[in-house]
C-alpha cells in the first residue's frame, strides 16, 4: 500500500464488533514509521455502541474519503488508497507537484 501521500488518518471502530475488522487491518498495514509522516487519530467505541466502524483518509492533494469498513473489505479499501496515491505519484513525476 502506497502511504506516501496520506497525511491524516482517522477511525473510528468498537473492537469488539465482528464488521470493524476491516479498519483496524487498515491501521496494521500502515508502516512502522507512519507517525513521523501522518496524524494518525483512532477511537475506540464501547462495547455497547452500535455505531458503524469509519475510516477517514486525507491525502497531500487535499482530497478526503470517507471509506465505509464495514461493507468493503480491506483488499478493497487499500486498493482505493493506492489508487489515488498512484495518481498524484503520475503528477509528481511529471513535475507539477
Known amino acids: 500500500m ?6 491524516e488518518v482517522s477511525t473510528t471502530f468498537n473492537p469488539f464488533r465482528r464488521r470493524s475488522k476491516n479498519a483496524r ?3 496494521t498495514f500502515l508502516p512502522a514509521n507512519a507517525r ?3 496524524q494518525i487519530r483512532t477511537t475506540m467505541l464501547p462495547r455497547e455502541s452500535e455505531q ?5 483518509l486525507l ?3 487535499g482530497k ?3 471509506l465505509d469498513t464495514e461493507t468493503l473489505t480491506v ?4 486498493e482505493e488508497v493506492d489508487r489515488h ?3 498524484l505519484a503520475r503528477v509528481e513525476a511529471l513535475g507539477g507537484g
Not at 483488499?75 to 487499500?78: F, H, L, S, T, V
Request: net charge positive; hydrophobic share 45%.
Open 2 to 7: 502506497i502511504t506516501r501521500f496520506l497525511t
Open 25 to 27: 487491518l487498515f491501521l
Open 36 to 38: 513521523d509522516t501522518m
Open 52 to 56: 458503524p466502524s469509519a475510516l477517514k
Open 59 to 61: 491525502f497531500k492533494d
Open 64 to 66: 478526503e474519503m470517507d
Open 75 to 78: 483488499k478493497e479499501i487499500m
Open 85 to 87: 496515491s498512484r495518481k
